[in-house]
């Protein structure tokens, strides 16, 4: 029992672990003790936390290996809603396929972020402020090629419907594009050489210089997973939902760093996991879900989410100085 | 010393824009010693030591590896062609990953996709660390950098250096941040290198260090390497004297 708390402990993911799993047995037990007046069990509710997290987890992903690798991109949320946007553009004026918009879309966010990773990197300025520039950029950028207006998203393909709207029981398809970005960039980050240098790089840069690795590379490849991710999740929101709003993204980037700092990432690089951000995402829907539960008003959200951002780092930090 | 160096910096030249940080260098490494480059802060020990391990380029001079003539570019060649491996005051590794992540930092072990083989990657750091350079302590590879003490962390970073078969060690400042045992414990390694036929060469500020491991002393000021003696030609008192010469 010892190792296994003291494994639990050193892992950067342990403590969001123990406060996930608590917060879960609190809801699963007063959904069993409850049942009419605390739905948290009801098959609906399962199916909207579910089909809620998708879209803020996959940008999260790609914030979180960024945040591991000692940058940031704040454009991430506009992003979101500009590669939707682009994308519906290509399907609904130029007749292209969804799936090659998609992609279209995806490599629109991968290159933003190449450009962002491209500034920071040749004139070695903090990622914040470039990034910062480049939201409000990217943001003029979108009303300049869209305008305000929300834009409807409707294709209707018996494949397309099924693999970004259909659902298997409570599980939604997002959610199932959740999980599949969360396996890849497991085995990516994890297992892969390039996750090596990406915690390399965000816990020492100097060391990472000194063994041979070329950090502007590996920060580059970092914010192209991010935009990619960030273009990815749009997408997905915006096919299961049916319409984009131009400005409908921003705010997610904070969100998706309190995702990750919920989720164990340590803001200056160097620390965080997969699970973690996962966790991290799905432990920011949970309480909204309970709060909404137990019929707080929407205010309550924010101020329980912030207070869960100090609390895990709290937790994060006393966890790993031994308690 | 009719002996081949191990390397050889020629008439090396280093400017930043109007300041001129080595200035005509010359400095050699042979094999089985350790040099002790010695000097105020400014001198330009740090450019020098960077410039070996191919972190700075210098604007003139000619490099010799084994006796042949090479061009240094970056990092990798240093380390590929010239077998030079850094080790800096705070140590070259990471504090959040573990020993065994940290040994193959750079050179992890993979399949042919990229995939790293953990198995044979914790096999050999448990090598790494039982054999060679004799780390007190560590029980395991999968223990985290943060959890070590700063002389465990510089053993770590030198047996390192020892497994990936290095010829020369740059040592920058190795032992300021550490405990006066454990400063012990790294200028041990350091002699025991010698035995695995590893050169190194000790930037020190500390000259009773530098007197208990080197077998040459380099004094740089101004740029400018301005004493170079054998331990056996030489006493601390000449050296010091050297070292705070203006």
């Not at chain 1, 799993?21 to 909207?48: E, M, T």
């Not at chain 1, 292209?96 to 990773?117: N, Q």
């Not at chain 2, 914790?122 to 004799?134: F, K, P, Q």
């Amino acid at each position: 029992m010892k190792t296994f708390l003291d494994n639990l402990r050193t892992k950067s993911a342990g403590g969001i672990i123990i406060l996930f799993v608590s917060i879960q047995v609190i809801a699963i037990l007063g959904g069993l003790l409850f049942p009419d007046n605390f739905r948290y069990l009801l098959p609906a509710n399962i199916a909207v936390l579910l089909k809620s997290m998708a879209p803020l987890g996959i940008m999260a992903i790609g914030v979180g290996i960024l945040m591991i690798t000692g940058e940031f991109d704040l454009s991430v949320g506009i992003l979101y809603s500009f590669c939707a946007i682009v994308t519906a553009t290509m399907v609904k004026e130029y007749n292209l396929s969804p799936y090659l918009a998609m992609l279209i879309g995806i490599l629109v966010g991968i290159t933003a972020g190449l450009i962002h990773g491209n500034i920071v990197n040749k004139f070695t300025i903090p990622s914040f402020i470039v990034t910062l520039g480049a939201m409000l950029l990217w943001k003029g950028g979108t009303l300049l090629y869209h305008g305000s207006k929300s834009l409807r998203y409707k294709y209707e393909s018996e494949s397309y419907e099924i693999l970004l709207k259909g659902d298997i029981g409570v599980v939604d398809a997002s959610f199932i594009w959740f999980i599949l970005v969360g396996i890849i960039f497991y085995f990516i980050l994890h297992h892969h050489k390039i996750g090596n240098h990406f915690y390399a790089v965000g816990g020492n840069s100097e060391a990472a210089t000194a063994i041979g690795i070329n950090p502007k590379r590996v920060k580059l490849i970092a914010f192209a997973i991010a935009g990619g991710c960030a273009a990815l999740s749009g997408v997905v929101a915006m096919s299961r939902v049916g319409s984009v709003q131009p400005a409908g993204g921003l705010g997610l980037e904070l969100e998706a760093i309190a995702a990750c700092v919920i989720g164990g990432c340590a803001l200056m690089g160097g620390r965080g996991s997969i699970i973690g951000i996962m966790l991290g995402t799905a432990l920011i829907y949970t309480i909204q879900d309970l709060l909404l539960l137990l019929r707080a008003p929407g205010f309550y959200f924010d101020m329980f989410v912030g207070g869960l951002i100090v609390l895990a780092a709290i937790t994060n930090v006393a966890l790993r100085k031994r308690l | 010393m009719n002996q081949i160096n191990l390397y050889e910096a020629k008439n090396i030249t280093k400017k930043y824009g109007n300041l001129i940080a080595l200035d005509d260098v010359n400095f050699h490494i042979a094999p089985n010693e350790v040099v002790g480059l010695l000097g105020d802060n400014g001198a330009g020990k740090s450019t020098l030591i960077k410039m070996m391990s191919g972190v700075v380029e210098p604007n003139k001079g000619n490099i010799f590896v084994d006796g042949n003539e090479i061009k240094i570019k970056n990092r990798k060649e240093s380390e590929e062609i010239a077998g030079i491996e850094t080790i800096y005051q705070n140590s070259a590794l990471c504090d959040d990953m573990t020993i065994m992540r940290n040994i193959f930092m750079g050179r992890e072990i993979t399949n042919y996709f990229g995939f790293m083989n953990f198995k044979k990657m914790d096999e050999i750091s448990t090598e790494v660390l039982t054999t060679g350079i004799e780390i007190a302590g560590i029980d395991s590879p999968s223990k985290e950098i943060g959890a070590l003490s700063g002389g465990q962390k510089q053993a770590v970073a030198i047996a390192r250096a020892v497994y990936f078969k290095r010829k020369i060690l740059l040592l920058d400042e190795p032992t300021s941040a550490l405990s006066v045992r454990e400063t012990e414990k790294v200028l041990s390694y350091v002699t025991d290198l010698k035995k695995e036929n590893v050169s190194s060469v000790i930037v020190t500020h500390n000259l009773y260090h530098a007197f208990q491991v080197c077998d040459r002393f380099v004094v740089m000021s101004h740029g400018k390497v301005v004493f170079e003696k054998n331990k056996q030609d030489t006493n601390i008192e000449e050296v010091t004297a050297q070292v705070i010469k203006v």
